[in-house]
């Protein structure tokens, strides 16, 4: 069984820095793209940046020019560096490993994996 374990997340003030890691364990043949995602109390989850096997990435709006992802495909692992964050920057992060080759019930497929999540808070 695939599994993506979070870390990183914290409590940390305006204009500061927090490092986020994924890492996915398991028996995996290969993983197409993963991403971050992150919940505030009462919205929805949102995506916040994507990065495929090849390097290429993709990043909403309001992580563009603050936020980094990046990944280490030899470890499996998935890192989300947010600079100058801010209060509304204040979430649960979720981490999502999609297209996971994987041995599920006995047979190979491609699934999706969630993390269970990691909470930032941004706070004076």
């Known amino acids: 069984q695939v599994q993506l374990v979070e870390s990183g997340g914290g409590l940390v003030q305006p204009g500061g820095s927090l490092r986020l890691s994924c890492a996915a364990s398991?028996?995996?043949?290969?993983?197409?793209?993963m991403a971050w995602y992150r919940q505030a109390p009462g919205n929805q989850r949102e995506l916040v940046a994507t990065?495929?096997?090849?390097?290429?990435?993709n990043y909403a709006d309001s992580a563009k020019g603050r936020f980094t992802i990046s990944r280490d495909n030899a470890k499996n692992t998935v890192y989300l560096q947010m600079n100058s964050l801010k209060p509304e920057d204040t979430a649960v992060y979720y981490c999502?490993?999609?297209?996971?080759?994987?041995?599920?019930?006995?047979?190979?497929?491609?699934?999706?994996?969630w993390g269970q999540g990691t909470q930032v808070t941004v706070s004076s």
């Open positions: 999502k490993a999609l297209g996971v080759y994987t041995i599920l019930i006995g047979r190979w497929g491609s699934y999706d994996f």
């Open positions: 990065i495929i096997s090849n390097g290429s990435t």
């Open positions: 398991g028996t995996i043949s290969g993983i197409n793209a």
